[in-house]
C-alpha cells in the first residue's frame, strides 16, 4: 500500500492535508482543530457533515470571557472533546492552527494548549487497506494539579441517514446489563428512535424541530451510520470493567435537524500532571444500497449485519 499525501484547500475552511491510501482520503484541517472535515472513497460523498455557512454556533458569554473569542463553532467532520461536558471549558474554540507530523501511515495532528484549562488534544491517523482507518485520540494534562475527564471523539455526521447500535449483549443474570442514559430535553416517544430487542435505530431528520439525545454502554463497541449508498462504521475501544462518564456509557449519539452524531468515549480517569491518555476508534466504509424500516426488528438486522461483520 503506497500511501498518499498532499496539502489543499478545502471548501471555505483553509489549508487541508489530505490523506489517502488509494482507496479512501481523509481532508483534516491545517488551520482549526484537530478536525477531520472529509472521509469517503476518493471522489466520493463524504459521510461528514460539514457547516460550510458558520450556523451552528455556542454563543454563551463565558466563551468569550474565558478564551477571547466570539463563540465556538461546530465547524463539522470529526472533533476531539473531553468529558463530562462543563460550560466553557468543553467549548474550547479549536479555531487556531495546528501543527502536523508526518508518519509513515499517515500523519498526527497537534493542537495548541489549551488555557486556562491546561489540556492540548491531539488526533493521529493510521491507514490500513481497503477503507479501514485507525484514529487514535490523546489527551495530556499540561497542567501541575491532576485532573480527571475521558477522551470524548465525536463525529458529525451528514443529513438524511439511519444510525443502528446494537443493544448490550453482556449476560449478566439477576443483574442488569444496560444503562441508557438521557438529556433533559429529550421525549423519549420521539418518532426518530426506536427501541428494539436487538438494536435501537435513530433516524436523522432534517425536518425536526427539536434536539434528541441518548448514551448506552454499548459493549458490542461499533455503530453504523446507514447514507448516501454508504454505511459508516465506528468501532472502538469498550472496557467492560470501564468507569464512564454520564452514568456509564461509552456511546452517545445526538442529532437535530442539520446532522447526527455519533459519539464514543473512552474510560473517565484522573490524570495527573504531564500524563496522557488515549482512546482508539477504528473507521471504515461499507457501499450498500440497501434500505429499511428503522423500526422493523428484521430489516434491522439485516443491515445491522454489513458491520457487525466488519
Known sequence: MKLLFREENYENYGKCIVLSNGTVEIYVSL??????????????????????????????????????????????????????????????????????????????????EQLPFKKKCSIEFVLGEDTNITVIHRVTNTGTTQSEYAIWALSVL??????????????????????????????????????????????????????????????????????????????????ENGVYPDYGVSYETYTNAKFLEAETLGELKKVAPGETISHNE????????????HKNEAETAKAAAIFLQK
Not at 75 to 88: A, F, K, Q, V
Request: aromatic share 16%; charged share 25%.
Open 158 to 239: 451528514a443529513p438524511g441517514g439511519t444510525e443502528i447500535i446494537p443493544m448490550p449483549r453482556r449476560k449478566t443474570g439477576y443483574l442488569a446489563n444496560r444503562v441508557i442514559s438521557v438529556w433533559d430535553y429529550v421525549d423519549m416517544s420521539d418518532d426518530r428512535v426506536y427501541w428494539g430487542k436487538d438494536y435501537i435505530t435513530l433516524k436523522q431528520d432534517p425536518a425536526a424541530e427539536s434536539s434528541f439525545k441518548f448514551g448506552i454502554n454499548n459493549d458490542v463497541a461499533v455503530s453504523g451510520y446507514f447514507n448516501k449508498g454508504l454505511c459508516f462504521i465506528k468501532h472502538y475501544d469498550h472496557h
Open 31 to 112: 488551520d482549526i482543530g484537530p478536525r477531520v472535515l472529509r472521509y469517503g472513497f476518493i471522489g466520493g460523498e463524504n459521510v461528514f457533515f460539514n457547516d460550510l455557512k458558520r450556523e451552528v454556533v455556542n454563543n454563551d458569554l463565558s466563551i468569550n470571557k474565558t478564551f477571547g473569542q466570539p463563540g465556538w463553532n461546530i465547524y463539522g467532520g470529526h472533533r476531539l472533546w473531553t468529558s463530562p461536558e462543563y460550560m466553557p471549558e468543553t467549548y474550547y474554540p479549536d479555531c487556531y492552527p495546528v501543527e502536523f507530523i508526518k508518519t509513515e501511515q499517515g500523519g498526527i495532528f497537534n493542537q495548541v
Open 282 to 293: 477504528y473507521w471504515s466504509l461499507v457501499k450498500t444500497d440497501i434500505s429499511f424500516d
